[in-house]
């Protein structure tokens, strides 16, 4: 068990550009959740994985992101056309397979984004 | 919807001191809790969790009970000490797919 993987841990991109972020989760996890956390703030949901299907968004989650997670495994997320506000840690979590929701999730160490 | 509300820091203590961090929800049902930490330059890690009212969450020295009667989950602590200087977020789990909902967080320091 290597944990939680994020790359990059550091991306710097001026605004307009288009940004990708990998999660690479606990292999025998299904469950894959994607946060974003902001200066002074708790995280806030993104998205969800179970295996490969995206089963909800936050409104959070604008037209310009979009998640992947092709054969169940690593997921990618991209952030399209930056704005100074998509500045933020983001933060990937998974979770074992199961019907209760009580079991914990597993945080990766984040990808922080400073858009310029 | 869901929320969770957890007192504001940044709380500064000193070794051996008690250690409460308050932390109320809102939820439809009941929902699981849990308190995570968060160490300098490190992820978010599970400290302890409580599934069900009345359930005590334990770890590391620290304990939460889950009061339903006053949606409480607070967090304590009876000596802390200069490593357990962190960032603690409370969270329940909400969301029909079983997202986390977090506090602001409160930033703990603990001085020797």
């Known amino acids: 068990d290597t944990g939680v993987s994020q790359n990059p841990r550091h991306k710097i991109t001026k605004r307009g550009q288009n940004v990708t972020f990998r999660c690479d989760p606990i292999?025998?996890?299904?469950?894959l959740y994607w946060y974003r956390q902001t200066l002074g703030q708790g995280p806030e949901f993104l998205t969800y994985?179970?295996?490969?299907?995206?089963?909800?968004k936050s409104r959070l989650l604008s037209d310009r992101f979009s998640a992947e997670r092709p054969k169940g495994s690593f997921s990618t997320l991209e952030i399209q056309r930056t704005e100074q506000g998509d500045s933020a840690m983001y933060l990937c979590?998974?979770?074992?397979?199961?019907?209760?929701?009580?079991?914990?999730?597993?945080f990766g160490p984040g990808t922080r984004l400073t858009v310029t | 919807g869901d929320s969770v509300t957890q007192m504001e820091g940044p709380v500064t203590l000193s070794e051996e001191a008690f250690l409460t961090i308050n932390c109320t929800y809102t939820?439809?049902?009941?929902?699981?809790l849990f308190w995570y930490v968060q160490y300098p330059g490190e992820g978010l890690q599970l400290l302890l969790k409580?599934?069900?009212?009345?359930d005590k969450g334990s770890n590391k020295g620290f304990e939460a009970t889950y009061r339903k009667e006053t949606t409480s989950f607070h967090l304590e602590k009876g000596s802390v000490q200069v490593s357990d200087s962190a960032v603690y977020f409370c969270?329940?789990?909400?969301?029909?797919?079983?997202?986390?909902?977090f506090g602001k967080g409160t930033k703990l320091s603990v001085k020797p």
């Open positions: 979590a998974s979770s074992f397979p199961s019907g209760s929701f009580s079991y914990e999730q597993y």
């Open positions: 292999s025998e996890h299904n469950r």
């Open positions: 994985f179970q295996n490969e299907a995206q089963l909800e």
């Open positions: 939820a439809t049902g009941y929902p699981s």
């Open positions: 409580a599934t069900k009212a009345d």
């Open positions: 969270a329940l789990i909400g969301g029909s797919q079983g997202n986390l909902i």
